[in-house]
């Protein structure tokens, strides 16, 4: 069973920077799809980045293109979110999720294992 643990979530204002981390246990994450959504208060969770097994595999969502980052280090079996340049529409609950296909994938459905999240509040 793999689990998830995000952190690094907090208060921030806009223009500032966090890192978001999720720290993976159960199975190595060199073996693992990961990703990040996010859910805005009253809104449905929606994707945000995502990376294949192979780091070459990225994908963003076009609202955070340019701004985050996703990257992975398989020797502490930990996935980052480098959040720049942050707005407050970026004021969500955010998510790690892990999948077994090869490349990433930007849909729920795409992965099997999910993180209890990580509030990220963005002030103006």
């Not at 500032?16 to 720290?23: G, H, I, M, V, Y």
């Not at 929606?46 to 076009?62: C, P």
Request: with cysteine.
């Amino acid at each position: 069973q793999v689990q998830l643990v995000e952190s690094g979530g907090g208060l921030v204002q806009a223009g500032a920077s966090l890192r978001l981390s999720c720290a993976a246990s159960g199975r190595a994450t060199s073996r693992l799809s990961m990703g990040w959504f996010r859910q805005p208060p009253g809104k449905e969770r929606e994707f945000v980045a995502a990376i294949g097994r192979s780091s070459g595999s990225t994908g963003y969502a076009d609202s955070v293109k340019g701004r985050f980052t996703i990257s992975r280090d398989n020797a502490k079996n930990t996935v980052y979110l480098q959040m720049n340049s942050l707005k407050p529409e970026d004021t969500a609950v955010y998510y790690c999720a892990a999948g077994s296909s090869f490349w990433y994938r930007d849909s729920l459905s795409g992965y099997d294992h999910w993180g209890q999240g990580a509030q990220v509040t963005v002030s103006s």
